[in-house]
């Protein structure tokens, strides 16, 4: 019966109705915030100018980037997300902001949900990544990001989010939501480009290199 019950309602999110809902109650919610935008020009410019992006997050902030990064649905941006039910969900907002979701993950699917976001990331020229996605360890950079960066030619653009007043989880990632009308900052880091790596320890030098960059902006409720 338990599990009948969790199937019926791995069902019911994962429909396009109640995606559409939970949207909507997303785009709702978050406009409450006072959302100030900072450094944002210098990666758009890249890309205008025919570059290509990563925009990389940890997964503790993805939430409050839900509603500004509707802006960029011109550039037909892709975003790698986990096969499980809670990516189903995600998968569903993320496709009615205007970003199409590339299923797969380090746990499962995950090369040839490489492979196509590469090749999105090279018809596109803008991609997003989850840093520490999907399990974590918390404020641990996978390969993935590092991988995409050198095989599509991409820099990196760390970005990060605050808020001055929020709503932590007891989550391994310390999710949080910002209360509302918070004010919430959304901060681009400076574009990173990788050099050539023609080794396993020139690769880990790069992805600490890359982590150490995006640490010191993980947010710790006080």
């Keep these: 019966m338990i599990e009948q019950m969790k199937k019926g309602f791995k069902k019911a999110v994962a429909s396009r109705a109640v995606q559409r809902l939970i949207y909507c109650a997303i785009r709702v919610y978050a406009a409450t915030f006072r959302l100030t935008v900072e450094n944002e020009c210098a990666w758009m410019q890249h890309l ?15 939430f409050c980037a839900i509603r500004p990064f509707k802006r960029y649905v011109s550039f037909s941006p892709s975003l790698m997300i986990s096969r499980s039910a809670d990516g189903d969900i995600i998968a569903g907002v993320a496709r009615l902001t205007g970003w199409h979701p590339v299923r797969g993950s380090s746990s499962k699917g995950g090369k040839s949900a490489l492979r196509e976001l590469i090749d999105r990331l090279e018809a596109s020229g803008l991609a997003g990544h989850i840093a520490d996605g999907p399990r974590g360890p918390l404020g641990r950079l996978k390969a993935g990001a590092i991988q995409l960066a050198i095989q599509a030619d991409a820099v990196i653009v760390p970005f990060y989010l605050t808020a001055d007043r929020a709503w932590f ?47 010191r902006r993980l947010q710790v409720p006080a």
């Design 48 to 62: 205008q100018q025919g570059g290509r992006v990563i925009l990389c997050t940890w997964h503790q902030q993805f």
């Design 169 to 215: 989880f007891n989550s391994w990632d310390r999710f949080f939501i910002p209360k509302p009308f918070a004010r919430v900052s959304l901060t681009f880091d400076d574009p990173i480009q990788l050099p050539g790596i023609d080794s396993e320890a020139a690769f880990e030098q790069q992805r600490r290199h890359v982590e150490e960059i995006m640490r």
